[in-house]
């Protein structure tokens, strides 16, 4: 037809449907989607409740981050292949693999690392979970590659919730901010601006704004 340059190589990715809670697909023809602007102002009122209930001001601008961002992330954890059901609930969720949930960790580690102030770099392991977070980290650059081959971000999804997943895990095993060996406190630390620098670029990669707080 004429479309596409002669030598551009063209490749089809399928796509499965959208459901809705019934287990039953989304129709255009039938009315029963759900506008773009409709979802934005439901996903972004759920999102202030939740601000409010966890005794956070009322911000339309935060906000309108994290219902997107959870809406951005709840869209792409799928593969693109696969049927996927479209729940808003469990998308705002912030536990498990969503998008509020590694904001949240981003916004956490960016709070400890504001308290701690200055420390001097140490990228000694010194601790088991340490190490799982490394290879976390490994595994997501991994995911890089293998979501371009694939064509399909979910594998980065997955890869930044095992950055996260680590994290916290490490989080609640160990002092940070009261650890009294510098050196031990200084590694900490490290890893802490480690993983968030790998949340920030993938959230960025994924088109998901990072927060201040939360």
């Given at each position: ?46 999102a202030q ?6 005794g956070n ?6 906000a309108l ?150």
């Amino acid at each position: 037809a004429g479309i596409a340059p002669e030598g551009l190589k063209l490749t089809h990715v399928g796509y499965g449907t959208m459901n809705g809670k019934d287990g039953k697909a989304f129709k255009t023809r039938a009315g029963t989607t759900i506008k773009l602007e409709d979802i934005i102002d439901l996903i972004s009122s759920k999102a202030q409740e939740k601000l409010v209930a966890n005794g956070n001001e009322n911000s339309s601008k935060l906000a309108l981050q994290i219902g997107v961002g959870a809406m951005k992330f709840g869209d792409l954890i799928n593969d693109v292949s696969r049927d996927y059901i479209f729940d808003l609930d469990k998308f705002m969720s912030f536990e498990g693999k969503t998008g509020p949930y590694l904001q949240y960790t981003g916004v956490r580690i960016k709070s400890l690392l504001n308290k701690a102030g200055n420390f001097t770099p140490n990228f000694d392991i010194v601790c088991k979970e340490q190490k799982d977070i490394l290879l976390a980290i490994l595994a997501l650059k991994q995911a890089y590659k293998d979501a371009f081959k694939a064509l399909s971000p979910s594998l980065v999804c997955a890869g930044v919730y095992g950055v996260a997943s680590s994290f916290s895990t490490f989080y609640n095993n160990n002092r940070i901010l009261t650890e009294t060996d510098k050196q031990k406190r200084d590694s900490y630390l490290t890893t802490c601006k480690l993983v968030l620098d790998n949340i920030a670029e993938a959230l960025n990669v994924l088109a998901i704004d990072l927060p201040e707080r939360m």
